[in-house]
Nanobody, 123 residues
């Protein structure tokens, strides 16, 4: 079992920045591929970014490429999402997720999910 807890969400003005964190506990964090997804009420959960177990490989949705950066610190069992140049359309609940399987980054099948953290971007 892996427990994931997100933090760092909040209210920010357009153009601002936030850094989300996802603290992992349980099994060895470094063995898991990690991802960030987001969801707006009434819409499907959307892929944001993914990172390999080592951190050497990252992938991003086109909508956040160049603005968001995913990273991880395996020594601290923590995943991050640095979000810059935020836009109102980035408003959503952001979830981190973990899996062992080597699936395409955008594939929403993950073994474990956090409870989510709200990000609200005002115009």
């Amino acid at each position: 079992q892996v427990q994931l807890v997100e933090s760092g969400g909040g209210l920010v003005q357009a153009g601002g920045s936030l850094r989300l964190s996802c603290a992992a506990s349980g099994r060895t964090f470094s063995g898991y591929r990690m991802g960030w997804f987001r969801q707006v009420p009434g819409k499907e959960r959307e892929f944001v970014a993914a990172i390999s177990w080592s951190g050497s490989s990252t992938n991003y949705a086109d909508s956040v490429k160049g603005r968001f950066t995913i990273s991880r610190d395996n020594a601290k069992n923590t995943l991050y999402l640095q979000m810059n140049s935020l836009k109102p359309e980035d408003t959503a609940v952001y979830y981190c997720a973990a899996r062992l399987a080597a699936l395409p980054p955008q594939n929403p099948y993950y073994d474990y999910w956090g409870q989510g953290t709200q990000v609200t971007v005002s115009s």
